[in-house]
């Protein structure tokens, strides 16, 4: 099967940031320059366009069978991602947020493709992706595209950024002259605030922002409905961050675009969610609506993140700083695999695993929220 992926590159923008700011003072001081467009009226961007149900991801990760078999070890299965189950509506973006190694990009490299889920199933505007996918799924593979963390990986750096934006519009037929090819690449080129002349170059005469811009503008070439980011602006300057993530907002606003947006920041999701997933260990442990999750966390590792930002998270609550390691994930702990961590924690969760519920208007995990301790 092959995967179409369209990567990051960014920003010839000026730099409006100052010195020592933050990338939430710049998104907050307004300095991360032009502001995102308002949406448009009456869209009534509400349905959901993605759906995964259960999705799980193992790597099996077994020394050879030879070593196995002389050293009478069994074959070892890392769950990376376990019962990912999330809608996102058309128009709006799911964060996704946890420490390393936690499953995000997993979860990302599931949604769009490159890997077959162990188990779940995903659906694009009620279509089994990746029943889809595996009967070629040309339709699929122009709607979800994909934009990573590395502008710099991400460019073949001997193709000029015409033949870079050009490809996808080729491949899928998009075009039928080079003229054509041209005046599109022109257009995507200027939608993320980069010249028509930038055509021309490589990519080694662009700045790291500039290299995620171009990333932007070849991933928009097929005019996918749903972009999977992941750590988008994680390698880039502080200022540069803020220009790319407005960009991207207005982007969004202008085409109906739907995130999946993967972060370690939790300013930068603040910014740009509507929803938010906290991932623990492969599993999401608490999924709600960006400004409910940030007022009122109520899982205790969600906490234990929010409280490592003072700033974000001023309720008066006890903080509880953040405390211990991710466990292995080749031996996760029994029951809920965060009690190790937990202040929470007692005889059930060292037994039983939660289940993710409904419980007060968000979808949490956790046996004291459920049990009204928390
Ligand atoms: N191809 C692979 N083969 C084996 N294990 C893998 C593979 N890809 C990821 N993993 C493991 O799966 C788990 C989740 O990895 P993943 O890259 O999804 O985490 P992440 O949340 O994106 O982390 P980070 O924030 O560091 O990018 C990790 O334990 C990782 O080592
Ligand atoms: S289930 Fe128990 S250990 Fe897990 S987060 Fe909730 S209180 Fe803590
Ligand atoms: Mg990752």
Redesign the pocket.
Known sequence: MTRHCSFPGMGSFPLWGKAGMGVSSLLESGAAGPRPNPPPEGDGATQPLVRAEGLAMS?D?SPPLLNRILERKPRQL?H?VDEATFTINKGETLALV?E???????VARVLVGLYQPSRGRFFFKDQDVHAALAKGGRELRRGIQMIFQDPYASLNPRWKVADIIAEPLHEHGLVTSKTEAQERVAALLQSVGLAAVDMAKFPHQFSGGQRQRISIARALATQPEFLVCD?PTSALDVSVQAQVLNIMKNLQRERQLTYLF?S?NLAVVRHVSDHVGV?YL?RIVELAPKRTLFATPRHPYTRMLLDAIPKMHDTGRARTPVQGEVPN?LNPPAGCTFHPRCPLANARCKAERPALQAIGGVQVACHAVEEGRA
């Open positions: 790597f990760v890392l990376a946890g390393s190694g936690c499953g995000k990009s997993t750590e993967i370690h991932m492969g994930p």
